[in-house]
């Protein structure tokens, strides 16, 4: 993997939305000798990859509200006895999952124009009694893109092998990130009280589902969260999918993983190497991206 370069002095940040972003860290200095010289692999990469707009927030924000409520409705119909509770099992993972799709979508759009209080960042779905807030896994998230494999990547536990260790790290992901979060700024009062708030929806889902609901409201959610972050954090940073040119998919495993979680995602697993050099690029450019990427080599 690539290691993250030292002894470089921090650049200053530019904002997206009005927010620091960490995204846009890295500035190169004009320098006017450089203006007659051939223009580097890199650069005509990042000219390439600046034609495509990052994404307004809105457009994945109603999505994932509506997955989060998919999620939730298959829930309310399992513990009301309208369908057996087996039954809402992989209809409600494949929710899940969707909804986990869109969020991250929504943590790499511009969020100009945005006021910050559509319903999709609070109606998450709550993974476990203890769970951060959109905020604070937006803010982690995007520390992992700037620290990727570094000892400050708060997802370090979940790239690295063997994979059955990365596969538990990724079942109590909801647990680590919360700790790693109030490591890296303290437990605020706001914080506590947010954490406090989800704890008790948790705890209420719970009483609603009594045990059998208990039991397939986190069979929903462990599974879906710990393949989401399993697939995202260690299988896709592997070396032989963690390039420009990866290998493609099984043509059925593409065809049902397609059908289930959308294209995007798809497009979103196998070309997650482009995703960390350009995070602004929805995944649905991803693919044609890579095309135009690869076509420079010719160059």
């Given amino acids: 993997m690539r290691q993250r370069r030292t002894g470089l002095a921090p650049a200053p940040r530019s904002t997206l939305g009005g927010r620091a972003d960490p995204r846009y860290d890295r500035s190169v ?14 650069l005509r990469s990042r000219r390439l990859a600046a034609g495509y707009a990052a994404d307004p927030v809105r457009r994945y924000e109603t999505a994932a509200l509506g997955w989060s409520l998919g999620f939730y409705a298959c829930y309310a119909a399992a513990i009301a006895a309208i369908v057996p509770m087996w039954a809402v099992v992989l209809p409600g993972v494949v929710c899940f999952l969707r909804y986990f799709n869109r969020v991250h979508e929504c943590l790499h759009a511009d969020n100009r124009g945005s006021d910050g209080r559509h319903p999709a960042r609070w109606l998450l779905v709550v993974v476990g009694p203890i769970y951060l807030g ?48 109030v490591r890296r700024h303290g437990l605020s009062p706001r914080l506590a009280g947010a954490m406090a708030v989800r704890a008790g929806l948790f705890a209420g889902l719970m009483w609603l589902g009594g045990w059998s609901g208990a039991l397939v409201y986190n069979l929903m959610t462990r599974v879906g969260n710990t393949g989401a972050f399993f697939v995202f954090s260690w299988l896709v940073h592997r070396e032989r999918h963690y390039q420009v040119r990866p290998p493609p998919f099984p043509g059925p495993v593409a065809a049902v993983w397609a059908f289930l979680f959308g294209r995007e995602n798809l497009d979103g697993i196998r070309f997650h190497y482009l995703h960390h050099c350009y995070p602004h690029v929805p995944d649905r450019h991803l693919s044609t991206l890579a095309e135009g990427v690869l076509g420079l080599t010719s160059r």
């Fill in 29 to 42: 200095p004009f320098d006017i000798g450089l203006a007659v010289q051939p223009a580097t692999a890199e």
């Fill in 134 to 181: 959109y905020d604070e896994l937006r803010e982690l998230h995007l520390a992992h893109h700037r620290e990727f494999d570094t000892p400050d990547d708060p997802d370090l536990a979940m790239l690295r092998d063997p994979p059955w260790s990365a596969m538990l790290a990724s079942l109590l992901q909801p647990e680590i990130s919360a700790v790693q979060h």
